[in-house]
């Protein structure tokens, strides 16, 4: 049981994670000029972690304020919220913007700056670990939640080095739009099973 709740929360993880925003764009960029690689990977991995146990962790202790009509609400939201995220993943897909790179190397100093801004300034960061993944796992226990945030937790370790070094490696599969499209659709996939797993919770369907 802990192991399906340690692999809900991975590929949960994974699919919020698989995403071309600022940070991830970042953390390709370092690759590809093959600077600082490792701690650039590490800092968004470790800031992952911390802000998934924030969010389910708070959603637990102050579970008792939320009555049945908020939390009903809240799905709603949640439903809405992910129904959009679709959306854009389907625009994502039918858009032929290719990404570019600047290959002008930056010191230390400007990368870790550079870190906490897309990392901590990026108000997507806390819909997905607070809103998204502390709502998800409201109704859970407390073991449930660790596991959850585990799995979700090593989702971020593995894609943040993945891209990260392949990236420094394989630089001309990373910098190809098509390869991005087919993550979307994938993703697109494991959200519409997300919104028939809230609605089969909220309606208690057998």
């Not at 993550?183 to 099973?193: A, D, H």
Request: hydrophobic letters at 55%; one cysteine or more.
């Amino acid at each position: 049981m802990e192991l399906n709740y340690i692999t809900f929360g991975f590929f949960t993880g994974l699919s919020f994670i698989l995403v071309i925003g600022p940070q991830n764009l970042f953390v390709i960029e370092q690759g590809l000029k093959k600077q600082f690689v490792f701690f650039v990977c590490f800092f968004c991995s470790l800031s992952d972690l911390l802000l998934i146990f924030v969010g389910i962790l708070l959603f637990h202790y102050f579970e008792k304020y939320f009555t049945y009509n908020i939390n009903l609400l809240l799905n709603f939201f949640l439903i809405l919220f992910l129904a959009n995220f679709i959306r854009l993943k389907l625009k994502e897909i039918f858009s032929d913007n290719v990404i570019e790179f600047n290959n002008n190397k930056i010191n230390f100093k400007t990368v870790f700056f550079n870190l906490i801004g897309f990392t901590f300034l990026n108000p997507h960061v806390y819909s997905d670990t607070v809103f998204i993944f502390g709502n998800l796992t409201k109704s859970f226990t407390i073991f449930e939640k660790i596991n959850f945030g585990i799995g979700a937790s090593i989702s971020s370790f593995l894609f943040f080095y993945t891209i990260g070094y392949l990236s420094k490696y394989f630089s001309r599969y990373v910098n190809n739009s098509t390869i991005w499209k087919y993550l979307n659709i994938v993703i697109i996939v494991f959200m519409i099973f997300l919104i028939l797993f809230i609605l089969s919770n909220m309606f208690n369907f057998s």
